[in-house]
């Protein structure tokens, strides 16, 4: 077990692992690491967008794609609208196409009356299209992914990166291989990165850095003994 007080880092198998045995062996919901996940999300968010010292209000777009990374944005858009920001989702996947954690946030999402827009037929023009907001949240692509991003949503990550506003990334800029730090034909240039749990093995690498922006490191809740069980000692 690695005792450091630093920040650990993880591949692709381990910040699955990390999610997997939380469930499985500390019997936490797949819905509370998501609750926290999003909560340290939102408040990184309202920091960049002038928080504590003014007024987070402001719209938020944030692109959602499917699975648990989906899901946090769409759980991040709960609490930016309570804390009075103006989140807008644009939907990378079909709305009945999401399921479990995520497929719960969206419905919470749309019983709260929040701004979704079916982006799903053409991303790359929902996102040109969109009024310009104070904020973008980069929600389509996490650290599962191991191949190159395709069409169409290869041209939405181009489409984010076109954009003028600074780009907030979850858990890691969309496109970027957790485990090389490569970009998969192509990765989102974010401003910041709110990672879950610990650093990702590719953010140690050279070709990381261009995409990565500021890195913040977030808690999930997953029990300490099984985040320094499964973390790496960042190497020297």
Same mark, same amino acid.
């Given at each position: 077990?690695?005792?450091?007080?630093?920040?650990?880092?993880?591949?692709?198998?381990?910040?699955?692992?990390?999610?997997?045995?939380?469930?499985?062996?500390?019997?936490?919901?797949?819905?509370?690491?998501?609750?926290?996940?999003?909560?340290?999300?939102?408040?990184?968010?309202?920091?960049?967008?002038?928080?504590?010292?003014?007024?987070?209000?402001?719209? +938020?777009?944030?692109?959602?794609?499917?699975?648990?990374?989906?899901?946090?944005?769409?759980?991040?858009?709960?609490?930016?609208?309570?804390?009075?920001?103006?989140?807008?989702?644009?939907?990378?996947?079909?709305?009945?196409?999401?399921?479990?954690?995520?497929?719960?946030?969206?419905?919470?999402?749309?019983?709260?009356?929040?701004?979704?827009?079916?982006?799903?037929?053409?991303?790359?023009?929902?996102?040109?299209?969109?009024?310009?907001?104070?904020?973008?949240?980069?929600?389509?692509?996490?650290?599962?992914?191991?191949?190159?991003?395709?069409?169409?949503?290869?041209?939405?990550?181009?489409?984010?990166?076109? /954009?003028?506003?600074? +780009?907030?990334?979850?858990?890691?800029?969309?496109?970027?291989?957790?485990?090389?730090?490569?970009?998969?034909?192509?990765?989102?240039k974010a401003a910041a990165t709110v990672t879950?749990?610990?650093?990702?093995?590719?953010?140690?690498?050279?070709?990381? /850095?261009?995409?990565?922006? /500021?890195?913040?490191?977030?808690?999930?809740?997953?029990p300490r003994e099984l985040v320094t069980e499964?973390?790496?000692?960042?190497?020297?």
């Open positions: 077990m690695n005792e450091s007080t630093g920040p650990l880092v993880f591949g692709r198998e381990q910040a699955r692992r990390v999610d997997a045995e939380a469930i499985e062996r500390y019997g936490i919901p797949g819905m509370v690491l998501m609750e926290n996940a999003a909560r340290g999300l939102a408040l990184h968010a309202m920091t960049m967008l002038g928080w504590p010292d003014a007024d987070p209000g402001g719209r +938020v777009a944030i692109v959602c794609g499917g699975g648990n990374n989906g899901g946090d944005g769409f759980a991040a858009a709960r609490h930016l609208h309570n804390h009075r920001a103006e989140p807008v989702i644009l939907l990378m996947r079909p709305a009945d196409s999401y399921t479990e954690d995520a497929a719960s946030n969206l419905r919470i999402c749309e019983a709260m009356g929040l701004r979704i827009i079916d982006g799903s037929n053409d991303p790359d023009g929902a996102i040109r299209d969109l009024e310009e907001p104070a904020l973008w949240i980069d929600a389509l692509f996490g650290t599962g992914l191991s191949s190159a991003v395709r069409p169409p949503l290869d041209d939405a990550i181009a489409a984010l990166n076109d /954009q003028y506003v600074p +780009v907030l990334a979850v858990d890691i800029p969309s496109g970027l291989d957790c485990d090389t730090g490569e970009p998969l034909g192509g990765a989102v879950f749990v610990g650093l990702k093995r590719g953010f140690t690498r050279p070709a990381a /850095q261009p995409y990565l922006g /500021q890195v913040v490191v977030t808690d999930i809740g997953a499964l973390g790496e000692l960042v190497s020297a």
